[in-house]
């Protein structure tokens, strides 16, 4: 037998990351599952210098009266970087919304109540789109441990004796007042 050469092709998208046909999803029901891997998410990664965890749930399209719509429930953990200690920090994600799906903006001042205007560009969106853009909005600009996790301020492996730095209060003008008078 001759050898042959192996083919190799590029991995497929996950099934999260397909554009989605509002128009046939929402008149068809259609409800999607979803575990995705946080850092997977570009607008997210590029969001924080670490960014970890994952989240699952489900988001299920319908219509409501004339409008495609699309709930999505959500669960997970974001594992981010604490901006005080520089230690990892896992922040709990928990998330349901219920979203009107717009094929142009203009449409966004006559969305119902309980529904948020989201832009469906080209009447396609993907579940990938719908989860990124609610993580957007549900997590800390500034991630911090909570008050029932306190971190250190000084980074891993610095004496325990020396006093952190953001714990000395340091005043450069205060003798600045001094200096003015003397002329």
């Given amino acids: ?27 068809g029901e259609a409800a999607f599952e979803f575990d995705i891997a946080l850092e997977d998410l570009a607008r997210v990664a590029a969001r924080a210098d670490q960014v970890g965890g994952n989240v699952a749930g489900i988001v299920r399209f319908a219509r409501h009266d004339d409008t495609a719509t699309a709930q999505v429930v959500m669960h997970g953990t974001a594992i981010m970087r604490c901006q005080k200690c520089m230690q990892p920090v896992s922040l709990p994600v928990s998330s349901s919304v219920r979203l009107a799906l717009l094929q142009d903006a203009g449409g966004a001042g006559a969305v119902p109540e309980p529904f948020e205007p989201v832009l469906a560009a080209g009447g396609c969106i993907s579940v990938g789109e719908l989860v990124e853009e609610e993580l957007l909005l549900s997590l800390p600009i500034v991630p911090l441990h909570g008050a029932d996790t306190p971190c250190g301020l000084a980074p891993a492996g610095a004496d325990e004796d020396e006093t952190p730095a953001e714990a000395v209060t340091q005043r450069p003008f205060a003798a600045l007042g001094k200096l003015l008078s003397q002329k």
């Fill in 1 to 27: 037998m001759p050898d042959s050469d192996t083919y190799y092709t590029r991995p497929m998208p996950p099934p999260w990351s397909k554009p989605l046909d509002i128009e046939r999803v929402s008149r």
